[in-house]
Structures are given as C-alpha cells and as structure tokens.
C-alpha cells in the first residue's frame, strides 16, 4: 500500500526566509504527485502536480524518485503563504485515489 | 457559481441518530469521494465513485454508507455504528483518470 509521510506538522519561517516543505512517499509504481493547500477559511485546492513542472504562487517541487520525495520549495515566504500544506500521490492510471499525507501548517511570521 | 457544493455547513446530532451530508457538483465530474479530516490526521478516505451506481470503501468506511444515483450527487451517511463521527467532513470530485481532485467547503459534524 502506498504511503505518504510529512514529517514536520509545524513550521515557521519569517517573511523572505526561504521555506521547504517535506514529503516523502512509498510506493513501487510510478506514482503523481501533488501538493494542496488549505488558507485559513478558504477550500482545499491544488497548488501544483509534478508533471506540470510549473511554479505556481512562487512554490516549486520536484519528484525525485530516488529518494522517494516531493519537498515543496519557495526561496522568498510571503506571510500569505501561511496555510495547511497535504501531500498527497496517485498510483496513476484508472486508479485516481489520492492519499494524503498528514499535512504541515505554515506559519510565516512578520 | 460552478463548482462543488456541501450542506449543511454546520450540523448537530444525538448520538444514535444516523444523519446526511450533502454534497452536489455541476463539474460533470464522472468521481466523487468523501474524505474526514481531523486534526493531526489529515485526509482519510472514506468512500468514493467513479461512476454512477458504483462506489468503493476507502480506508476508514466502516460506519459510513454512501449512494451515487446521479452524476451530480454523492450523499454521505454517517450512522449510528461510526464510533466517533464528530469531524470535518470534505467531499471531492474529479474528471475520471484525473489526479487532481475540486473540494467543497465541508460540513462539520458535531454529535453529542
């Protein structure tokens, strides 16, 4: 069964500190991997896929298949980037499950 | 307003009541899914549909019933054997073959 880990549920940066948000997964297909984003009072939504290969609000991620991870990457944090961040991966194909890590809530501070 | 849809926004329940959250989409997405969310917890599936008249237990379906008669609905069913149904729930739908998932708002459930 797949799997996905995110080991931080806290972290804090202060505004134009660079920020990476971890994910790690385990699965022995060749998976998708997405990051959602959850603002305070706002839906979950997509924030970006790793085979869009875009950046997206400033965020980029890159699916490293070696080391099994999707750390999510922006050089500059803005405090409105503070949110809950889910990991999550697809096993592809017919199969469009997603399963989701447990999430990391970004604070970035003034 | 395109999109997904859930109601209510809040909901207040006895225990031993069973009860049903809502949940409609105008996307012409073939799948829905309903996922809770607690705190520390994540996401957890608890059914989704890929078609009409079809679903499939998720990871934490016992207690929980769904029904997908039309394209554009997906109820959700918490009844009186889901031990601890006080949560956040989130309904989701996508095109088939699609990863990418639109959520609603959610309903949270309270039960006392």
């Known amino acids: 069964a797949q799997r996905v880990t995110q080991p931080e549920k806290l972290l804090s940066v202060f505004k134009g500190a660079p920020v990476e948000l971890k994910c790690n997964y385990s699965?022995?297909?060749?998976?998708?991997l997405f990051w959602y984003v959850q603002y305070s009072r706002q839906r979950l939504q997509l924030l970006l896929r790793h085979i869009s290969r875009e950046s997206i609000k400033g965020f980029t991620a890159d699916l490293n298949k070696g080391e099994t991870s999707f750390h999510l990457k922006k050089p500059f944090a803005q405090e409105e980037d503070s949110a809950m961040y889910y990991c999550?991966?697809?096993?592809?194909?017919?199969?469009?499950?997603?399963?989701f890590g447990k999430g990391t809530l970004l604070t970035v501070n003034p | 307003d395109g999109g997904i849809t859930q109601s209510p926004k809040y909901l207040f329940r006895k225990e031993g009541q069973n009860v049903t959250l809502s949940c409609e989409q105008n996307l012409n997405h073939d799948a829905m899914y309903w996922y809770r969310q607690d705190p520390g917890q994540g996401l957890r599936l608890i059914y989704y549909s890929q078609i009409v008249n079809d679903f499939q237990k998720g990871d934490i379906a016992e207690g929980y019933s769904v029904s997908r008669e039309k394209k554009e609905s997906f109820p959700l069913t918490v009844t009186s054997a889901q031990k601890n149904p006080t949560a956040f729930y989130l309904c989701?739908?996508?095109?088939?073959?699609?990863?990418?998932?639109?959520f609603g708002p959610g309903t949270r459930l309270t039960v006392t």
């Open positions: 999550a991966l697809s096993r592809g194909g017919s199969n469009y499950k997603l399963t």
């Open positions: 989701a739908s996508s095109r088939a073959e699609v990863g990418e998932q639109y």
């Open positions: 699965y022995s297909g060749s998976p998708e």
